[in-house]
């Protein structure tokens, strides 16, 4: 069974940092790519960012390029959103998402991944 979950998020003003966390079980980790998405109140699920288990190649949304970083930790279960310089407009709840790396979905941005994480609220004060 596949399950991700996530932690971190909360409360920051502009121009502070927050960093999320998503642990995956379940999943064949080297046939999948993860992500990271975001929903504000009243907009469709956007794309934020996401990386290859296999290689750590990554790509990003322009609306966040340079500001955030995907990452995996040690353990390699786990994946990072770190996000720096932060704007009231990144304020949303993030998912993370999990896809075969065969469908390459995720880097194309398309939200119709295979798993997905509870989401964590980030809010962005001004």
């Known amino acids: 069974q596949v399950q991700l979950i996530q932690s971190g998020g909360g409360l920051a003003q502009a121009g502070g940092s927050l960093r999320l966390s998503c642990v995956a079980s379940?999943?064949?980790?080297?046939?999948?790519?993860m992500g990271w998405f975001r929903q504000a109140p009243g907009k469709e699920r956007e794309f934020v960012g996401t990386?290859?288990?296999?290689?750590?190649?990554?790509n990003y949304a322009d609306s966040v390029r340079d500001r955030f970083t995907i990452s995996r930790g040690n353990a390699k279960n786990t994946v990072y959103l770190q996000m720096t310089r932060l704007k009231p407009e990144d304020t949303a709840i993030y998912y993370c998402?999990?896809?075969?790396?065969?469908?390459?979905?995720?880097?194309?941005?398309?939200?119709?991944?295979?798993?997905w994480g509870q989401g964590t609220q980030v809010t962005v004060s001004s």
């Open positions: 998402a999990a896809d075969s790396s065969l469908a390459r979905r995720l880097w194309v941005g398309d939200p119709s991944a295979d798993y």
């Open positions: 379940g999943v064949t980790f080297r046939n999948y790519d």
């Open positions: 990386i290859s288990w296999s290689t750590d190649n990554t």
